[in-house]
């Protein structure tokens, strides 16, 4: 699902220019985020809500264990919405 922002509007010389703003897909948060250990490379998938929650990680190959930081969530949220990406809000 995706979103259109037509405007238009006037230039000094009475032109109309037409803008048509990037289009938006709305991401669920139940959407699996892939993730490797720090440790041994084992890939893993975690939901952006569980992410959202800034939970310890745990490795379930070498149970490896670091927590999720704030940092983390907020460059995955910005590189989302630069690839053109919409996250819901935290209800």
């Given at each position: 699902?995706?979103?259109?922002?037509?405007?238009?509007?006037?230039?000094?010389?009475?032109a109309?220019?037409?803008a048509?703003?990037?289009?938006?897909?709305?991401?669920?948060?139940?959407?699996?985020?892939?993730?490797?250990?720090?440790?041994?490379?084992e890939?893993a998938?975690?939901?952006?809500?569980?992410?959202?929650?800034?939970?310890?990680?745990?490795?379930?190959?070498?149970?490896?264990?670091?927590?999720f930081?704030q940092?983390?969530?907020?460059?995955?949220e910005?590189?989302?919405?630069n690839?053109?990406?919409?996250?819901?809000?935290?209800?």
């Amino acid at each position: 699902m995706g979103y259109f922002d037509n405007t238009a509007s006037q230039d000094s010389q009475g032109a109309v220019n037409h803008a048509l703003s990037s289009v938006a897909t709305i991401l669920p948060t139940d959407t699996a985020m892939p993730l490797e250990c720090d440790n041994c490379d084992e890939p893993a998938n975690y939901s952006v809500a569980f992410l959202r929650t800034l939970p310890q990680l745990v490795c379930r190959c070498c149970g490896d264990a670091r927590q999720f930081s704030q940092l983390e969530l907020t460059v995955l949220e910005q590189a989302l919405k630069n690839m053109g990406y919409y996250l819901p809000k935290m209800a």
